[in-house]
């Protein structure tokens, strides 16, 4: 298992258009996260999965953004008429449960997609 | 609404010294804090964490302090190393993780 990959590494897309991501955990992490990291600040929560299940959307995750993760493995990511707003790093990490704990390691991040909206 | 935050945007340290990053936040029910590092170009990886429940938590070179009367957490790096040069982001979990805006860590040689 080389760790949680993420696709495509940079997207350009022009204002209005449909892009999707695609993230695939380790493979025996349970849960799956999506963030968003603009320039200057930390990674921004926007929704996670446990298994298939989305248990939580951020209130950033506007109706334009919506994930999957159908098989509980691989998620997508999809942002709908693209604004230039939406310009940023788009984060996707795993974890075998919370993620916390005196044996847990926290979140395993992929390198992450960055998307530029012109 | 930012919980986590991390006031110094970068820090400066000679190598061989103690480099110690600072993080607050405002959420009393925040149950796990962590550091994480990051690369250029790559996601964030995970450094070091802490129980709330704890005030300090060793790993080699790191120590993590929980203040949690203050709501405050740093990182300490003794001795620091030019390997360490990085953006180190704190987080606090209470059920989805929290982020700060992070700080990034230059250590000369």
């Known amino acids: 298992d080389t760790g949680v990959s993420q696709d495509p590494r940079h997207k350009i897309t022009k204002r209005g258009q449909n892009v999707t991501f695609r993230c695939d955990p380790i493979s025996e992490h349970n849960r799956l996260y999506w963030y968003r990291q603009t320039l200057g600040q930390g990674p921004e929560f926007l929704t996670y999965f446990q298994n298939e299940a989305q248990l939580e959307k951020s209130r950033l995750l506007s109706d334009r953004f919506s994930a999957e993760r159908p098989k509980g493995s691989f998620s997508t990511l999809e942002i709908q008429r693209t604004e230039q707003g939406d310009s940023a790093m788009y984060l996707c990490?795993?974890?075998?449960?919370?993620?916390?704990?005196?044996?847990?390691?926290?979140?395993?991040f992929g390198s992450g997609t960055r998307l530029t909206v012109v | 609404d930012q919980q986590v935050k991390q006031n110094s945007p970068s820090l400066s340290v000679q190598e061989g010294r103690i480099s110690i990053l600072n993080c607050d936040y405002t959420?009393?029910?925040?149950?796990?804090f962590l550091w994480y590092k990051k690369y250029p170009a790559e996601g964030p990886t995970f450094l070091i964490s802490?129980?709330?429940?704890?005030d300090k938590n060793e790993d080699g070179r790191f120590t993590v302090f929980l203040n949690k009367s203050a709501k405050h957490l740093s990182l300490h790096i003794v001795p620091s190393q030019p390997g360490d040069s990085a953006v180190y982001f704190c987080a606090a979990s209470g059920g989805d993780m929290r982020f700060g805006a992070g700080t990034r860590l230059t250590v000369k040689p």
């Open positions: 959420n009393s029910m925040f149950d796990y």
């Open positions: 802490i129980s709330s429940i704890k």
């Open positions: 990490a795993s974890s075998l449960g919370p993620g916390t704990g005196p044996l847990a390691g926290g979140y395993t």
